[in-house]
């Protein structure tokens, strides 16, 4: 059965602090990996990966995907309450399936 | 520039009753998704659809049913509502495979929020 698992399920650090998100995955026929952001309603884009060791960057966030090991990571420096979010990790089968991970639930002290 | 529209945003249901979620988007994509969020749960596809014509099953099908009704619009159905099915509701769509893999991404619309009693 196909898997997307996300650790950890919440974190909670202060300002400034550097913090890395993981997502490991099995799945049949991968075909590409997605991280969004959830604040208040819908998901928004983050990242796409679809190449190993190809580092993503995005300002203060980036992303790397194994696909050697079947993970992902997220990495957000100096972080600010802004990022107060939860994080989906979701994987994309050549079928055209996309399922999601239960989500990193972060939240910044300032 | 809407992008995925659903209608509605909210609603109550007694158990037993039966809706239908409309979901439209007028970005020419091929891909549409339903998906469902419970608290801590992240979200769990429900159906999905990879072209005009075609359906599949996602992880949690079961009391639901979808139509893909042309390329643009994709309903989800529930025939007899049950208090399980309390949860937020999102309608996503996306590029096709192989098209432009930088428009592979999904884009959400703005949920709905569904109660059953």
């Known amino acids: 059965e196909d898997k997307v698992v996300q650790s950890p399920l919440s974190l909670v650090v202060h300002e400034g602090d550097t913090v890395t998100l993981n997502c490991s995955y099995e799945v049949t026929n991968f075909r590409s990996l997605l991280w969004y952001k959830q604040e208040k309603k819908a998901p928004t884009f983050l990242f796409m990966l679809?190449?190993?060791?190809i580092e993503k960057k995005s300002g203060r966030l980036s992303s790397i995907l194994d696909k050697k090991e079947l993970f992902s990571i997220l990495n957000i420096t100096a972080t600010q309450t802004g990022d107060s979010a939860i994080y989906l990790c979701?994987?994309?089968?050549?079928?055209?399936?996309?399922?999601f991970g239960k989500g990193t639930r972060l939240h910044i002290l300032p | 520039n809407a992008g995925v529209t659903q209608t509605p945003k909210f609603q109550v249901l007694k158990t037993g009753q039966s809706m239908t979620l409309q979901c439209a988007q007028d970005?020419?994509?091929?891909?549409m998704y339903w998906y469902r969020q419970d608290p801590g749960m992240g979200l769990r596809l429900i159906y999905y659809?990879?072209?005009?014509?075609?359906?599949d099953k996602g992880e949690v099908p079961n009391g639901y049913n979808v139509s893909r009704l042309n390329k643009r619009e994709f309903s989800l159905r529930l025939e007899s509502a049950a208090p399980s099915q309390t949860s937020v509701y999102f309608c996503?769509?996306?590029?096709?495979?192989?098209?432009?893999?930088?428009?592979?991404?999904?884009?959400f619309g703005s949920g709905t929020q569904l109660s059953v009693l």
């Open positions: 996503a769509s996306s590029e096709a495979l192989q098209l432009r893999i930088s428009n592979e991404k999904l884009f």
């Open positions: 979701a994987v994309r089968h050549r079928d055209d399936k996309i399922i």
């Open positions: 679809t190449s190993s060791g």
């Open positions: 970005m020419n994509h091929n891909s």
């Open positions: 659809s990879a072209s005009e014509g075609t359906t």
